[in-house]
């Protein structure tokens, strides 16, 4: 049996704020499998997107274990942390965080400017991500030309280009109607069944609901961990 993409062991994370101490994770331990599409939901303050910024590489427990794809990344330095983020995983956040002036082509670009590949094969690259995602008509309109679901299918066109381990959604649909956040869910679903882990943190559960299973964080614990009506269907 392959070993979980994701394990996470007895994880804390502490802050000092204004001479107080915030414990936002409080011995977490969690296993993600491969090919599996979790959320991750909380009330604000539960620790989600302290958990979020962990699992992402952005931030390093203050203890405990954290792997990510057989690598111990919890006792790397930044600039190793660096290079984790960049090879194994992919970030789609609320707010697109697109160039405004730069074609879709050249955002979804961007990752791989500083990864060595000749120009040609990121161009290459670029496109067959955006194609992937719907997009493939809209390569060179920039986000002002987009809809709001265009901007996120650009941004996990962006995501994936790299073919990421994990992909890390954030509030992923937070600025979009209820209309285009289904299709953003369904093309995450699609992702899915293509064979990509994906990892979302939400605080809606219609959007959770999407996902094979919830994990629900409060207090910085988890508090349950349960599969979804729609994973067992």
């Known amino acids: ?16 704020m ?56 919890s006792r790397l330095g930044d600039d190793a942390l660096a290079r984790v983020r960049n090879r194994e995983i ?33 161009r290459g690259r670029a496109a067959a991500a955006l194609d992937r995602v719907g997009l493939a008509n809209r390569m060179r309109h920039r986000p002002n030309e987009l809809s709001g679901g265009q901007r996120q299918r650009v941004a996990i066109a962006r995501a994936l280009v790299n073919e990421p381990s994990i992909l890390l959604a954030d509030e992923p649909t937070g600025n979009l ?4 956040s289904a299709e953003i869910m369904h093309l995450f679903e699609e992702l899915h069944r293509q064979g990509q882990t994906v990892v979302m943190v939400t605080h809606e559960p219609d959007i959770a609901a999407h996902a094979e299973r919830v994990v629900t964080l409060r207090d910085g614990r988890v508090d349950s961990d349960r599969v979804t009506q729609g994973a067992a269907a």
Not at 9 to 14: A, K, W, Y
Not at 28 to 44: H, Q, T
Not at 99 to 122: D, F, I
Not at 177 to 180: C, L, P, Q, W
């Open 1 to 16: 049996m392959n070993p979980p993409i994701i394990r996470v062991g007895d994880l804390t994370r502490r802050y000092e």
């Open 177 to 180: 109607d209820s209309t285009t």
């Open 90 to 122: 992919g970030f789609v956040f609320q707010t697109f965080n697109l160039l405004p002036r730069a074609s879709a082509l050249h955002n979804v670009e961007l990752p791989m400017v500083y990864s060595g590949l000749a120009a040609a094969e990121r």
């Open 18 to 73: 204004g001479g107080e101490t915030i414990h936002a994770l409080r011995g977490v331990s969690l296993e993600i499998e491969r090919n599996e599409y979790i959320a991750i939901m909380g009330p604000s303050g539960s620790g989600k997107s302290t958990m979020m910024n962990v699992l992402g590489c952005l931030d390093t427990p203050t203890s405990g274990e954290y792997w990510l794809n057989g690598l111990e990344v």
